[in-house]
């Protein structure tokens, strides 16, 4: 069983950056291909990130694909996205989940974390 915690988000101007982090515990962490979502309100959940259990691949949504990065410590057990030049339209609330085989679709993600809000204000 691995469990999630995510942490960073909060409120921030349009234009600016924030970093999430989020620490994962309970797994052999480099097994797992890890993932961003999001989830706006009145919204489904949708796929952001991703990126492969040692780190050398990754993989972005369109509309965040040149202002995302995700990266990840396979010694500290954590998973990170740098989200820059944000937008009102990516205010969500945002999951790090882990997944046994690499893939950008949410139902096949295995563990979640219980999520943080990112909110960027005009």
């Known amino acids: 069983q691995v469990q999630l915690v995510e942490s960073g988000g909060g409120l921030v101007q349009a234009g600016g950056s924030v970093r999430l982090s989020c620490a994962a515990s309970g797994g052999t962490f480099r097994n797992y291909a890890m993932g961003w979502f999001r989830q706006a309100q009145g919204k489904e959940r949708e796929f952001v990130a991703a990126i492969t259990g040692s780190g050398g691949g990754t993989y972005y949504a369109d509309a965040v694909e040149g202002r995302f990065t995700i990266s990840r410590d396979n010694a500290k057990n954590t998973v990170s996205l740098h989200m820059n030049d944000l937008k009102p339209e990516d205010t969500a609330v945002y999951y790090c989940?882990?997944?046994?085989?690499?893939?950008?679709?949410?139902?096949?993600?295995?563990?979640w974390g219980q999520g943080t809000q990112v909110t960027v204000s005009p």
């Open positions: 989940a882990a997944s046994f085989k690499w893939t950008v679709v949410t139902d096949a993600y295995d563990y």
